[in-house]
């Protein structure tokens, strides 16, 4: 059994900056990539990041410039940095960890205020 625990979400102000993490635990080994997706009301879940094993990075075009991700292999984290925070970043962020298959974390609420 694979445990995600998300955790960094809350509510910030236009400009500011959050940072998630994704812990993983359990009967997870060899994890492959990791990463962010995110989910706005009304619309549907889209990808924010992602990251290899080998360290190569993805980033959606709306997030370039403002977001890094980033892992640290040793504690089966992943790390979302969001800076200059807009109101449209406003969604339910959720990590996916790839390890033989997928497994999501139960998301975390990220309200950016104008």
């Known amino acids: 059994q694979v445990q995600l625990v998300e955790s960094g979400g809350g509510l910030v102000q236009a400009g500011g900056s959050l940072r998630l993490s994704c812990t993983a635990s359990g009967s997870i080994f060899s994890i492959n990539a990791m990463g962010w997706y995110r989910q706005a009301p009304g619309k549907q879940r889209e990808l924010v990041a992602t990251?290899?094993?080998?360290?190569?990075?993805n980033y959606a075009d709306s997030v370039k410039g403002r977001f890094t991700i980033s892992r640290d292999n040793g504690k089966n984290t992943v790390y979302l940095q969001m800076n200059s925070l807009k109101a449209e970043d406003t969604a339910v962020y959720c990590c996916l960890v790839v390890s033989g298959q997928g497994y999501w974390g139960q998301g975390t609420q990220v309200t950016v205020s104008s």
């Open positions: 990251i290899t094993s080998g360290g190569s990075t």
